[in-house]
Nanobody, 124 residues
């Protein structure tokens, strides 16, 4: 099993930046596709970004393209989400997840390990 712990969330103003980290323990995530999802109050959990095993293959939801960057450091067993030009609509709890398979995916059902989430609040 793998345990995922997110950190780096907080309260920021529109236009600011944050970097979320997701550190894994229990086993290496070197062989895991990783993803970030977010859930705003009263809404379902939505896909944000995913990254392949070597970090070269990435995918993003359209609303964050050009603003967010997902990356990974397998030596540190950590995945990052750099968020720039934050908007109030980015406000949500952000979750890190490890996928079951070896292909990048935006389907939450394809992820079997989840962190507890970190709150990101963007004020206008």
């Amino acid at each position: 099993q793998v345990q995922l712990v997110e950190s780096g969330g907080g309260l920021v103003q529109a236009g600011d930046s944050l970097r979320l980290s997701c550190t894994a323990s229990g086993r290496t995530i070197r062989y895991s596709v990783m993803g970030w999802f977010r859930q705003a109050p009263g809404k379902e959990r939505d896909f944000v970004a995913t990254i392949g095993l070597m970090g070269r293959n990435t995918r993003y939801v359209d609303s964050v393209k050009g603003r967010f960057t997902i990356s990974r450091d397998n030596a540190k067993n950590t995945v990052y989400l750099q968020m720039n030009s934050l908007k109030p609509e980015d406000t949500a709890v952000y979750y890190c997840a490890a996928a079951k398979g070896l292909l990048t995916t935006d389907n939450a059902n394809e992820y079997d390990y989840w962190g507890q989430g970190t709150q990101v609040t963007v004020s206008s």
